[in-house]
């Protein structure tokens, strides 16, 4: 397999500079860009697009940012966008998945965080940060106690904390193990909130509990 070429749309920082090395020592990339200007990343989309691309909010305001990943996604399908954002809410950060990115770290997130975000996306997953998650398990939360009408009943206690280890990634033997609970129960658990949130199956739950309705 073909080693994927890396792209970060950012100033020319020494956390940059700093990063890009960092990177180049974990050997996961081809080769590695950085472009400090519009006309300078659209060339390389042009000529030689990416396998993956990250965007800083650094440079960006949120609006800008969204107009890009835009722009780029509706010429590039195959380009997996990550953004760092600045701790944006959960509505801001599902209008970022829906307009494609395939990524979203907070800035404070952990170097080690981020090769994780790198390799999940190389298996054509989608990637939260463990900030974001939080937030947006907190913002169901309170979404239930809105009545959200698109939640056909409130998920409990033990159903929040099951839907928190499904969004880690976490099997039913690992959550069983977690909670010190039967592997049944779990899975008992697991359908009630897919039908709870009206969706298909377990797989990237996070996925749909940022495109489906749980997040207005």
């Known amino acids: 397999m073909m080693k994927p070429r890396l792209t970060i749309f950012d100033e020319p920082l020494l956390y940059t500079e700093?990063?890009?090395?960092?990177l180049s020592q974990s050997k996961i990339f081809?080769?590695?860009d950085i472009c400090n200007s519009h006309e300078h990343l659209f060339e390389q989309l042009k000529l030689d697009p990416p396998e993956i691309l990250i965007i800083s909010s650094n440079m960006l305001m949120l609006t800008d940012i969204f107009r890009l990943?835009?722009?780029i996604?509706?010429?590039?399908k195959k380009i997996k966008i990550?953004?760092?954002g600045n701790s944006y809410d959960m509505i801001d950060i599902r209008k970022l998945f829906n307009k494609g990115i395939k990524g979203y770290l907070d800035k404070n997130s952990r170097y080690d965080e981020f090769l994780k975000s790198i390799n999940i996306l190389l298996l054509n997953e989608i990637y939260i940060c463990d900030n974001a998650k939080e937030r947006m398990i907190n913002f169901i939360s309170s979404e239930e106690g809105k009545h959200n009408p698109h939640i056909k009943e409130p998920l409990t206690r033990r159903e929040m904390e099951i839907l928190k280890l499904i969004c880690d990634g976490c099997s039913s033997k690992d959550i069983s193990e977690k909670l010190f609970i039967s592997i049944?129960?779990?899975?008992?658990?697991r359908?009630?909130?897919l039908l709870k949130l009206n969706a298909k199956n377990s797989v990237g739950i996070v996925?749909?509990?940022l495109e489906n309705h749980i997040i207005d």
Do not use: C, F, M, P
Request: overall charge positive.
């Open 82 to 84: 990550i953004v760092i």
């Open 207 to 209: 996925k749909y509990a």
């Open 73 to 76: 996604t509706s010429t590039n």
């Open 191 to 193: 359908k009630r909130i």
């Open 69 to 71: 990943v835009e722009d």
């Open 184 to 189: 049944n129960t779990v899975e008992t658990h």
């Open 30 to 32: 081809n080769t590695i």
């Open 18 to 22: 700093g990063l890009s090395k960092l």
